[in-house]
């Protein structure tokens, strides 16, 4: 089956920074990749996701990038707010509205 | 995407008791799933609740301890067996939309702990 593995576990980062999150993948099946952010006691919330077929996506301030051939993908999160603090988590699917597999999490905090 | 609730939103029980949580949507949705978030980890899917035939478990998790059901389009329960503290987690179920091949909308979540 498929394995994510999410880089770093923690981030903490000074306001304005940038924060960027990697994430590997077992399966070549795999073509879909979402991230999630989920603050302190609510649901985890898609703030972006990609497909096999792009190579890279930006949704304002976040981009996500894929490297099929590495079977790795990232996150970037610029000029990092305090906002911005939670977790996130990223994870991989043969199919979109398929099940997912789970990053193991990457605990972001942004110092103003 | 269709509303998905919860419920109940959290409990407390006693080890050896069984919780069923109940997860609606306001729409109909082919598939639902369900997974659980120990304290501090990951989700981790538990089954895939099928309308009209039985769930499909992952590796680890089996039908006696989680027994789920799907009566129609719009709901499923997950019930937690024989429970021990190290049941004590977040549950959410999710569903994938509406709109086919779309990403996986989650519920807000039960909060178990087991004493």
């Known amino acids: 089956g498929e394995n994510v593995e999410q880089h770093p576990s923690t981030l903490s980062v000074q306001e304005g920074d940038s924060a960027v999150i990697k994430c590997t993948y077992s399966d070549s099946a795999s073509n879909y990749f979402p991230w999630y952010k989920q603050e302190l006691g609510k649901r985890p919330q898609l703030i972006i996701d990609?497909?096999?077929?792009?190579g890279e996506k930006k949704d304002q301030r976040i981009a996500v990038t894929l490297n099929k051939t590495a079977k790795h993908f990232s996150l970037h999160i610029t000029e990092t707010q305090p906002e911005d603090s939670a977790v996130y988590f990223c994870a991989a699917t043969r199919s979109a509205g398929n099940k997912l597999t789970f990053g193991g999490g990457t605990r972001v905090l942004v110092k103003p | 995407s269709a509303v998905i609730s919860q419920k109940p939103s959290r409990d407390i029980c006693q080890r050896g008791t069984s919780l069923t949580i109940q997860c609606q949507v306001d729409?109909?949705?082919?598939?639902m799933f369900w997974y659980r978030q120990q304290p501090g980890q990951s989700l981790t899917l538990i089954a895939t609740a099928n309308q009209g035939s039985e769930a499909t478990y992952e590796s680890g998790f089996v039908i006696d301890k989680f027994p789920i059901s799907r009566p129609n389009l719009t709901f499923s329960t997950l019930t937690v067996s024989n429970m021990s503290p190290e049941d004590s987690s977040i549950y959410l179920c999710s569903h994938p939309g509406t709109g086919g091949g779309e990403t996986q909308y989650f519920g807000p979540g039960t909060r178990l702990l087991v004493l």
């Open positions: 990609i497909r096999s077929n792009v």
């Open positions: 729409s109909q949705v082919t598939m």
